[in-house]
């Protein structure tokens, strides 16, 4: 009975100090621009792990992370930044705009190309010209717009 009693004393023992030794404390922050405008689905990640989440609509977060972490932020656009964790429990994020985004084109076949090397042909079609046509559907207002053997379209 005795060493039924020192094992299940030293398997409490043992519990104890690793749930001790890997502690998680939750954070908790907003990501907004350089201007202050918050970024809704921004994603958060620690750093060497597959912990993360994504902004709310209003550019707040919560997670839960290791002592000692390193989170990176990063939203398509903008540059991506990384903040060590230390003592904080609120961490703000403030990205900076990155370079613009070049246009492109997706073919039918699901293949992504810069507009200026794609071969084939593609027509250009204002949105105002839709408007003033006064169709309904996109489609109708499109037709008569573009030539028959244009294969893609680009609505600007």
């Known amino acids: 009975m005795k060493q039924y009693v020192r094992m299940l004393t030293c398997l409490f023992w043992f519990g104890l100090t690793s749930v001790a030794s890997a502690q998680t404390r939750t954070i908790m922050g907003n990501v907004t621009d350089d201007q202050g405008v918050p970024l809704p689905g921004a994603t958060i990640l620690e750093q060497g792990t597959a912990n993360g989440v994504t902004t709310d609509f209003d550019g707040n977060f919560s997670m839960e992370v290791a002592d000692g972490a390193t989170l990176e932020v990063s939203f398509v656009g903008y540059e991506s930044q990384t903040q060590s964790v230390g003592a904080r429990s609120n961490i703000d994020f403030q990205l900076d705009a990155n370079t613009l985004l070049d246009e492109g084109v997706i073919t039918a076949l699901g293949l992504e190309r810069k507009k200026d090397n794609d071969i084939s042909s593609a027509s250009v ?32």
Do not use: P
């Open 125 to 156: 079609v204002k949105s105002d010209a839709i408007i003033r046509s006064g169709e309904t559907g996109l489609l109708q207002g499109v037709a008569g717009k573009t030539s028959r053997r244009s294969f893609q379209m680009l609505v600007v």
